[in-house]
């Protein structure tokens, strides 16, 4: 009752702050958000979603990408395409409640919201729903959207359960290497000097309040040069990946140098559909293509 109590004035706040503007529309299936307790006495926002089956064989687990926005408003049409006997778990970060859709996100969510923060977080609610789970699971998925990509990846590395693995927007180059692809292809606008940026950002890495590209300075001086490949050839289940072809935050030839790295490794548990007419964020139609190709390897499993 507390919990739901303290949601309602969360809302209610951001409608005095927000004043006219609207909330974004909640599908009438959106979760009720539920309350994760960390081992350090932090807690984080998450939901629950059950597909299929009342008898359950699967677990999908996923998290929270760029910026403090919640997942309640991804949710369920996000996943609606999986077909498995499934529950499913959406992780949001700390310091983002169950109606929080702004950019606005607060000191005490930036100083949080770095990366190795986020890996192990994400690596205690696994183990933790896990060992709670009223089935043992034939299945454990693991799926990581746009930021979320390499913390799924750096945390499928510590979770030996794990199954199968699906990445949407994401590839293997690190964050730096990736803006100066999209720069020299004419994504990214010519104002975006990446050598310059790298400077200040190492120089103001402290900066909460300063922003370059939206974000804090504090997010790119953590994660600019984060490298997933190690990470990426450590994992020996199916990894499903997902990129639209005119993404404009992900270029594809960082998804071109992953396929490179996996068979100059001899490794064969990549699976790649580039989507044509979609950018960073999958439509339906793509998302559903993905998913259904989860499906068959879950089934066959």
Known sequence: ?????????????????????????????????????????????????????IKKDTAIFTYAATGCSSLKYQLPQYFSAIKANATLYALNKRYVNDLSFINSCGDDFIRANIFKNRQQDFINFVKAKSAELS??????????????????????????????????????FTMRRSLQELKNNHLLNKIYDIDQASKMIKNESASLQRNWFGNPIHWWNDILD??????????????????????????????????QKFTEHNKHNLTVRIYSNNGHSLSPTARADLFQLLNQYLVNN
Do not use: R, W
């Open 226 to 259: 984060v490298d997933p490949i190690e990470d990426y050839l450590t994992i020996s289940v199916p990894i499903l990946l997902g990129v639209g072809a005119e993404d404009a935050n992900q270029p594809l030839a960082s998804v071109k140098y992953l396929e």
């Open 135 to 172: 089935f043992k699971p034939k299945n454990i998925v693991l799926i990581g959207v746009s930021e979320a990509a390499n913390v799924i990846i750096k945390a499928a590395t510590q979770l030996p359960s794990v199954t199968h693995i699906v990445i949407i927007g994401s590839g293997g």
């Open 1 to 53: 009752m507390l919990t739901k109590c303290i949601y309602l004035l969360q809302a209610l706040l951001l409608v005095l702050l927000l004043g006219c503007q609207s909330l974004p529309p909640l599908s009438e299936q959106a979760p009720t958000g539920k309350l994760f307790h960390y081992p350090d006495g932090g807690s984080a926002i998450y939901y629950e979603i059950a597909f299929g089956d």
